[in-house]
């Protein structure tokens, strides 16, 4: 008995420490979307959001049952590949002085997202609370600029048509730092999450879900973002694809479509129109130079293929060798390719491969399943997730990403998701792989007639 109790009360030290860990984790998703240091000036000058990053990783230094075997996932391998090779070609690229002193803790701070979630997101509870936190947070910078917008007028942004005109745009509040195109991918990025988890939920989610979605759409409109809008397009046609009520589908979104166009001012019309070629005004000669621009960018990053410019350093780039504004990248993939070279450029899409054999993986699992007996959770979260990533990769050819924080947080959501799954499944045994057999032990008869039953009704 004595010899049981220092264990004991080992125990509950690291359940505490795990604990508060999380609360961090969870503070720290709040600091960082909401800009609470932008909020509070006082607050600010203490760098909350980097003295948060130290100090979750020591705690988790400290906890090293977290760290054992947490390497061997395939993603998160193919990530400490790329980090690695980022530590090597330091030396080789173009500006390494800009990455250190200029760049190095913005990408610090969006790679955290990964290693953190994984880490520390170690239950179906907090994966809970996590992605509540999250979505949570988004909605927040969707509706402040809303508000904001409506009541005071406020918008944030504007957009030049040509002869000295200007179409006002939307972007965040002016507490937050992102432009309109970036208020879109947030809004993009909310929908799928509130669609699979929110609308499949009790009578009050479904409430809060019809009272949600108007204002973001309109949000959205209010943008002007047509990469925002090809993305949603994206999921959109995700939830389409699978759905088993395509017509009534249909009818809805033609009369969301004719709502949206009611309360769309002309030049709002006139943005829209620009992306099928219908515009009249200088929408349509901004769309061409948009892509003329990341036809640029990537003749940019051939400038220095081996190792690129250094990390962060787009910019820069553009000022001193393309001789154009020094502004971030338009296109994801053209910025890996500046930044990093063609190396990097594998690497990171070898990092983006290992997510989708994750999403096979988990598929083939959810698939395998005794039929009506998956956890609707983990069937909700899974067609999330799959939306989430495709509008990722569609909306990354407008967008930047290398030191954001969306593909790793949404790497890190994926493994724990993924390995969340595969105990589910293994403890209610409704996995084929890992308890099928067991099962056919069991009730043989019964299972044997339930395929002979699924054949006859698949050759009808």
């Keep these: 008995m004595n010899n049981a109790r220092p264990g004991l009360a080992g125990l509950r030290k690291d359940i505490a ?28 000058a203490l760098r909350p959001t980097l003295l948060l990053v130290v100090l979750i990783t020591v705690l988790l230094v400290l906890q090293k049952e977290k760290l054992k075997g947490w390497t061997e996932d395939p993603v998160v391998q193919a990530m400490l590949v790329f980090l690695g090779y980022l530590v090597l070609s330091l030396p080789l690229v173009e500006w390494p002085g800009s990455v250190i002193r200029n ?3 913005e990408f610090v701070k969006a790679i955290v997202f990964l290693f953190f979630t994984v880490l520390i997101v170690d239950s179906e509870k907090r994966l809970k609370i996590f992605l509540m936190v999250f979505v949570g947070c988004q909605l927040i910078r969707v509706f402040e600029p809303l508000f904001l917008n409506i009541t005071q007028g406020y918008w944030g942004s504007r957009t030049h048509l040509g002869g000295g005109e200007f179409s006002q745009r939307l972007s965040g509040a002016p507490s937050d730092v992102i432009n309109p195109n970036e208020l879109g991918f947030v809004i993009a990025t909310a929908i799928p999450f509130l669609h699979y988890l929110v609308w499949s939920g009790r009578f009050t ?29 994206v999921v959109a046609w995700m939830i389409f694809r699978e759905s088993n009520r395509k017509v009534m589908l249909i009818v809805i979104a033609v009369a969301i479509g004719i709502a949206g166009w009611s309360v769309m ?14 515009s009249e005004s200088g929408n349509v000669a901004s769309a061409e130079g948009r892509m003329r621009g990341m036809m640029n960018e990537f003749a940019l990053g051939f400038s220095r293929p081996v190792v690129g410019h250094g990390l962060g350093t787009t910019p820069e780039a553009k000022v001193n060798i393309a001789g154009t504004r020094g502004q971030a990248a338009h296109n994801f993939y053209a910025e890996i390719l500046i930044e990093t070279g063609i190396l990097g450029f594998v690497l990171f899409m070898r990092f983006l491969f290992k997510i989708y054999g994750k999403f096979r993986e988990n598929n083939r699992h959810l698939g395998s399943s ?10 909700n979260l899974n067609k999330a997730l799959i939306a989430v990533f495709w509008m990722y990769v569609v909306y990354s050819t407008n967008y930047w990403g290398l030191s954001q924080y969306y593909w790793y947080l949404f790497a890190g959501m994926l493994i724990v998701f993924s390995k969340l799954l595969t105990g589910k499944l293994a403890v209610t045994g409704t996995d084929v792989d890992k308890g099928g057999k067991l099962i056919q032990q069991r009730f043989g008869r019964v299972w044997q007639k339930h395929n002979e039953v699924a054949n006859g009704m698949a050759q009808r």
């Design 17 to 44: 420490v795990s604990g508060f860990t999380f609360f961090l984790f969870m503070y720290f998703l709040v600091d960082f979307f909401l800009h609470l240091s932008a909020r509070v000036p006082a607050y600010g």
């Design 205 to 233: 989610a479904k409430l809060f879900y019809l009272a949600t979605m108007p204002p973001l759409l309109y949000a959205l409109i209010l943008t002007q973002s047509r990469g925002a809008f090809l993305a949603l397009l």
């Design 370 to 379: 005794i039929p009506g007996r998956s956890p609707p959770f983990y069937n």
């Design 265 to 278: 001012s002309a030049d709002q019309k006139d943005r829209y129109l620009s992306l099928v070629g219908m």
């Design 103 to 105: 760049n190095l803790a």
